[in-house]
């Protein structure tokens, strides 16, 4: 797997024996993606929510993204999009590493929330997520993300999954698909939070 473009261009990335819960996104995939993301990627603070070998976040900092976060459970994996980071000599500051489950990750910022008004809502501009094809986690997912209520007023959710699948609808108030694109086995779906969003 490689760096399709921008700073980082055609290095190389190690990745994990493929599985559907370590499923690398396929380069043509993962081009049309980003030429799809390019007005939105640069200076953006990222999340890649079931970050597998890293690839999708690694891709956003090489086109200029400021901050990516990558949460991944699997220890393996996430050593290896470490040693991915190192190789390619990313600066730490411009990155994070969460070990845990994405719903863990996000139930902690929704608290968070909840407690105190005083941190950095409102900065997330663009969610990659990339779950394994069969979890359940896709429906009910974007609306579990507004709860953390760290999303800009017009934030980019990018769900990939597999071609055909249907997820149930999320809060018309809050979300609403933009596009749909499919490429073989693989369909991404493109999410835009209301900026209109009412509050109650």
């Not at 590493?97 to 909840?114: C, E």
């Not at 069969?134 to 009910?140: E, K, P, Q, R, T």
Request: charged share 25%; net charge neutral; aromatic share 8%.
């Amino acid at each position: 797997m490689r760096v399709i473009s921008g700073k980082y261009k055609r290095r190389l990335l190690k990745t994990l024996p493929g599985t559907d819960l370590t499923r690398p996104t396929s380069d043509r995939v993962k081009e049309s993606l980003f030429n799809m993301l390019a007005p939105e990627i640069e200076g953006a603070i990222v999340w890649d929510l079931f970050a597998g070998s890293g690839s999708l976040g690694i891709e956003s900092l090489s086109r200029g993204a400021a901050h990516v976060t990558f949460v991944e459970q699997s220890a393996d994996a996430l050593k290896m999009i470490l040693e991915n980071l190192k190789t390619l000599a990313i600066p730490k500051e411009h990155y994070t590493l969460i070990h845990g489950s994405v719903d863990d990750f996000l139930q902690t910022w929704t608290r968070t929330q909840t407690i105190s008004s005083e941190n950095s809502a409102g900065q997330v501009s663009v969610v990659l997520a990339d779950p394994p094809y069969h979890s359940s986690w896709y429906d009910g997912a974007l609306d579990r993300i507004a709860l953390t209520n760290v999303c800009t007023a017009e934030c980019l959710v990018v769900l990939e999954m597999k071609a055909g699948r249907v997820i149930a609808s999320p809060d018309a108030r809050r979300w609403q698909l933009e596009d749909r694109r499919k490429y073989g086995i693989a369909q991404l779906e493109f999410w835009r939070r209301n900026a209109s969003e009412e509050t109650s």
